[in-house]
C-alpha cells in the first residue's frame, strides 16, 4: 500500500515564524501536489512538482521535489495568518489515482 | 477555463434516507470523475473514480454508489443512508493525459450529515 506521511501533524506559530511542512513515502511518483484548504471548502492547488529535486517558489512559499521523487517539503517564510489552513501533500503514481496525506494544519497567530 | 461545480453545499438526512450529490465539469471533455470523503479536517479518501460515461470504479465496500450518466457529470448515491456517511464529500476531475502531471482539480465540497 502506498502511503503518504505528513509531518508535523499540526503547527501553531506566531506571524512572522518561519516553518517547514514534511511530506515523505517510501514509492516513487510521476508528480506531487501540494494543496492548501480551509474549512468547508475544497483544497485549491498551489504547486505540481514533477521533476526530481526541482525547487518551486511561489511569493514566500517554496516547494522542493526530492531528488528520488520519494518527498517533497513546503517551506513558509515569514508565516502571516492569512497562511492558517490544512495543507495537503497529494501523489500520483502515474495512473488514475492520487494518494493523499493526512495533513498538515497550520494555525498563525497575529 | 475548466470549472467544476457540485451541490448541494449542504445537506441534513435522516437515517435511512437516500442520498444523491451532483457534480459537473465545464470547459473540458473527457475528464477523470472522482469521489472523495474527508474526515473532519484530515486527508482525503477515495471514493470511486470514472474514466469515461457509465465507467466507475471503486475503491472501498460501502453503503454508496456512482454514476455518471454524461461525460461531465458524475454523481454520488445512497439508497439508505447510515450515520457513518456522514462528512464532507469532495468531487473532482483531472485531464486523461498526463500534461498537467496528472494534478486534481476540486468542487466546493458538500457538508453531509446524517442524523
Known amino acids: 500500500t502506498q502511503l503518504l506521511e505528513q509531518s508535523p501533524q499540526f503547527l501553531s506559530i506566531q506571524e512572522g515564524e518561519n516553518l517547514t511542512v514534511y511530506c515523505n513515502s517510501s514509492s516513487v511518483f510521476s508528480s506531487l501536489q501540494w494543496y492548501r484548504q480551509e474549512p468547508g471548502e475544497g483544497p485549491v ?3 505540481t512538482v514533477v521533476t526530481g529535486g526541482e525547487v518551486k517558489k511561489l511569493k514566500r512559499l517554496t516547494f522542493q521535489f526530492g531528488d528520488a521523487r520519494k518527498d517533497s517539503s513546503l517551506h513558509i517564510t515569514a508565516a502571516q495568518p492569512g497562511d492558517t489552513g490544512l495543507y495537503l501533500c497529494a501523489a ?15 494555525f498563525v497567530k497575529a | 477555463s475548466q470549472t467544476i461545480h457540485q ?17 459537473t465539469v465545464e470547459g473540458t471533455s473527457n475528464p477523470n470523475l472522482y469521489w472523495y470523503r474527508q474526515a473532519a479536517g484530515r486527508g482525503l479518501q477515495l471514493l470511486f473514480y470514472s474514466v469515461g460515461i457509465g465507467q466507475i470504479s471503486s475503491e472501498v465496500p460501502q453503503n454508496l454508489s456512482a454514476s455518471r450518466p454524461q461525460d461531465r457529470q458524475f454523481i454520488l448515491s445512497s ?3 447510515l450515520l457513518s456517511d456522514s462528512g ?6 483531472n ?21
Open chain 1, 92 to 106: 500520483n503514481t502515474g495512473g488514475f489515482k492520487t494518494i493523499f496525506g493526512a495533513g498538515t494544519r497550520l
Open chain 2, 7 to 23: 451541490w448541494p453545499a449542504t445537506l441534513v438526512q435522516p437515517v435511512g434516507s437516500p442520498l444523491s450529490l451532483e457534480c
Open chain 2, 95 to 115: 485531464r486523461r493525459d498526463s500534461s498537467s502531471g496528472n494534478t486534481i482539480y476540486f468542487g466546493e465540497g458538500s457538508w453531509l450529515t446524517v442524523v
Open chain 1, 45 to 47: 492547488l498551489l504547486v
Open chain 2, 79 to 81: 439508497k439508505k443512508l
Open chain 2, 88 to 93: 464532507f464529500y469532495l468531487c473532482a476531475w
